[in-house]
C-alpha cells in the first residue's frame, strides 16, 4: 500500500497536469475575444523592473491545498492580497471568495502585478495569467500622461491602449496573410475559403478547427498516403505560423509595455473601478507558504465531503460512508473530523505553522495586510 504523502504527491501532480490541460493554450489567449490582453509573464515583469518579492495572503480550500503545494516554488501564478480591510478578510476567511473559503496561506514570493481590484486574470495552459488591460479603459480618462524620454509628445494611457491594440490586430493580420499564402493550395482543395482583410484571428481559429476536423485518424474514409502527407505538411507549417506568432506577440507586448509602464501604473492607481473591492489582487510566483490558518467548523465540513476525502487520499468506505474509520453519524464525528483536518495539513505540510483560527484569532495575520 502507498503511504499517504506518497499519494498525495502523485494526486498533486495529476491535479496539477489536468487543471492545466483544460485550459488555453498561449496563441488561444492572443487569439481571444478581448483586445488588449496581455501576459503577465514574470521573467518579463522582471526585466520591466515591475517584479517584487513579498509577503501576499491566498484564500482556499482544503481541496485547493493540494494544488497549492503543487504550484509551489514553480513559475505557475496564484492571486494574492498584498493589502485587505481587516473586516474584508475575515468575512473572505469564513465564506471564501471564489471558494468555500475555511483556509488562508500566508505566502511569500515574487509578485508580477498588484491592481487595487479583482483583476480575473486567466490562466493558460503553462500556468501562465493574463490580464485584459481593457478593463483599466474607465482610468484612461484620467488626465495623468505619460512622457516618452527624448520625444515632446505625450501620451495617455487611452491612446497607449488604442496604439496597443492596433499593433496586435496588425501583426496577426500579417502573420495570418503569410501563413495562407503558404498553405493556399492545401486549402484550396479542401474547400476551405480564405477571409477577407484584417480577420487575422478568425484565419487562425478557422484553420486550426478544419485542420482538427479533417485529421485523417479521425476521418472514416482511406484517403491514402498522399493525402496524410499533404495533411502533415498543412498541419506543420500552421504550427509553425502560430508558433511564430506567439513569440511575436510576446515580444511586442514587452515592447509596448517598457514603453506604456507609467501609465499602465497610474492606471491601476487611479481605475475608479465599478467592484470597488477593499483589496489589492497580485499574481505570485515561485512562492513558499510560510503559515496556513484553518477554519475549523468549515475544514470538518469539507473533509467529511468523500469526494474531498478522496482528492486528499483518505480511506472512504462507500458502504457506510466512514472516512478514514469516522461515521458521519457518530455523536464526536465533528471533532473527529476537526482533528483529521489537522492532521493532514500538517502532513502536507511539516515544519509549516498551521494555527486553528478558532483558538487564535485570524485578526492577528490580517492586522499586517490592512495598513
Known sequence: MKRFKQFLNERMTANTRR?????????????????????????????LGISENTLGLHFTTL??????????GSARQVSVMTYVKESFADEAFRRGIATDGGLVTELQGD????????????????????????????????????????????????????????????TIDREASRASNQLRDYFSSIGFRFLLKHEGKKFFLEAKKWMKMLDPEDTIDVKGDSYQKDYDDALNILNRALSDLTRTLFDLAEKHLRIGLPAIKSALMRSNHETNIPYTEGLMRDFTIKQIWYHSELMAQQIANPDVAKDLGLDVDNSDGTIEGISPEDNDAFFAFIDLAERVIKDMFPGIPVIDGYQRDPVELFRKYGG
Not at 19 to 47: F, H
Not at 63 to 72: R, V, Y
Not at 139 to 162: R, V
Open 19 to 47: 487543471w492545466l490541460a483544460g485550459k488555453s493554450k498561449p496563441y488561444e489567449m492572443w487569439l481571444s475575444k478581448d483586445k488588449a490582453t496581455i501576459p503577465i509573464s514574470g521573467p518579463m515583469m522582471q526585466r
Open 63 to 72: 481541496s485547493g491545498l493540494i494544488e497549492l503545494k503543487a504550484n509551489q
Open 111 to 170: 509578485v508580477s502585478m498588484d491592481a487595487p481590484f479583482d483583476i480575473y486574470s486567466q490562466s493558460d495552459n503553462q500556468g501562465r495569467r493574463w490580464f485584459n488591460l481593457q478593463r483599466l479603459q474607465d482610468a484612461g480618462k484620467s488626465e495623468w500622461a505619460l512622457i516618452t524620454p527624448g520625444e515632446k509628445n505625450t501620451t495617455s494611457f487611452e491612446d497607449f491602449l488604442n496604439d496597443y491594440t492596433k499593433a496586435l490586430d496588425s
